[in-house]
């Protein structure tokens, strides 16, 4: 089971992005969809889908959370062909961050922002050297911005299987704000590569929950060793939802959640949800607790 699994945020739009973004990558399918009732959002569709064999989550949750580009998605295309393809897809509807072209770190690049507000990098690898086909690339900015060098030391200390790459700083004159430290770094955790770097200009935007990391957790101690070390925000916490000291949002959650969701009768499984909906970090024993609450008052 994949460790860390991005999630996007979407109003109404999850199934369609999913299917559009499915549509773009080989080894790609659909593999779950759940409506989740009676939420503080109404009901919610929540779809899972695999990208070149990758595990995402989206969820239609309503407009209370936009896309930016502090968290992009960037794709290691193996010609100019799939680069240009990839990019007039994704173009149709969507905003053009940076164009298509020749750069000093890339012989074809572009950034985008596609029609339902993702960004995504796309970039020509040489001789099929990535790693990973899509990378999350973090984009400290504003409030966090100069902090990229010092969140990923953090979350590589926190993680197991998790390593730190290339650091590369900004030269004089480089960077436009003068917080901004890191040019590039890439680094790995939970098995995930990752790629990061402080945004060179001054910019309001900042993390936020439409993009989101969830943690698969085996058990009730790892829910409660990555809450303690990566909840920072209290007011942000919900439902397992939480905010790191960066900014940036994560959930953190049992690997079986939807058998913990739904292995029970109908109003088994509302209890469990009813009582989900009222915790901050999650508690096994008090769902479990909540599922039977009706037969122990018998």
Same mark, same amino acid.
């Given at each position: ?98 164009? *298509?072209?020749?750069? $000093? ?5 572009? =950034? /985008?922002? !596609?029609? #339902? %507000? +993702? @960004? &995504? ?108 070390? *990566?909840?920072?925000? $209290? ?5 397992? =939802? /939480?905010? !790191?000291? #960066? %900014? +940036? @949002? &994560? ?48």
């Amino acid at each position: 089971m994949q460790k860390i699994v991005p999630h996007l945020w979407y109003d109404k739009e999850a199934k369609e992005a999913a299917l559009f973004y499915i549509s773009l990558f080989e080894k790609s399918k659909l593999l779950n969809e759940t409506v989740i009732e009676n939420t503080p959002s109404g009901d919610s569709e929540l779809v899972s889908f695999e990208l070149a064999g990758q595990e995402f989550m989206a969820i239609s949750a309503g407009p209370y959370f936009k896309f930016n580009p502090s968290v992009s998605l960037m794709v290691a295309c193996e010609s100019v062909e799939e680069v240009n393809t990839k990019w007039k897809a994704l173009i149709e509807g969507g905003t053009e961050l940076m164009p *298509l072209g020749e750069y $000093p770190f890339s012989t074809w690049f572009g =950034w /985008i922002q !596609d029609r #339902f %507000g +993702l @960004s &995504w990098q796309l970039t020509l690898t040489d001789n099929g050297q990535a790693v990973q086909k899509i990378t999350p690339h973090l984009l400290f900015s504003s409030d966090s911005c100069g902090k990229a060098e010092e969140a990923i030391k953090y979350y590589t200390e926190v993680f197991d299987d998790s390593k730190l790459g290339l650091i590369s700083k900004y030269g004089a004159g480089e960077a436009m704000s003068l917080k901004a430290k890191v040019k590039y770094a890439d680094f790995k955790l939970g098995g995930m590569h990752f790629s990061a770097m402080d945004h060179g200009f001054d910019v309001d935007f900042n993390f936020n929950e439409a993009f989101s990391l969830m943690i698969n957790c085996k058990d009730q101690i790892e829910i409660d060793y990555f809450w303690d070390r *990566l909840s920072a925000v $209290p007011e942000a916490e919900q439902c397992g =939802w /939480i905010k !790191d000291k #960066f %900014g +940036l @949002s &994560w959930q953190i959650v049992p690997d079986n959640m939807n058998e913990v969701l739904y292995k029970g009768s109908k109003d088994e499984n509302r209890r469990v949800f009813e009582a989900l909906l009222k915790m901050k970090k999650i508690d096994l024993n008090a769902l479990e607790i909540a599922r039977f609450e009706n037969d122990k008052k018998v």
